[in-house]
């Protein structure tokens, strides 16, 4: 199970609120391209699924500045 230090989200937001309004939004988009994936798959098909939790994958990529934040 991965932790995260909420340092790590203080030094990318300052608002941890903000922080935790951004990860959700793209929690749902990543949720949103896995569920899209599968639908279009044959079921015979199999589709590599990153085992990470949305939201864990969401502030990784947070903490890691892959996500543009707008203000």
């Known amino acids: ?13 300052k608002n941890r609120y903000a922080a935790v309004i951004v990860a959700a939004k ?3 988009h990543i949720n949103a391209e896995r569920i899209s994936k599968l ?3 044959p079921e015979s098909d199999e589709i590599d699924i990153d085992p990470r939790k949305v939201t ?3 502030i ?12």
């Open 1 to 13: 199970m991965a932790r995260i230090k909420l340092d790590e989200v203080d030094k990318v937001i």
């Open 26 to 28: 793209r929690a749902r």
């Open 39 to 41: 639908e279009l798959l």
């Open 56 to 58: 864990t994958r969401a």
């Open 60 to 71: 990784e990529e947070l903490i890691e500045g892959k996500i543009k934040i707008e203000r």
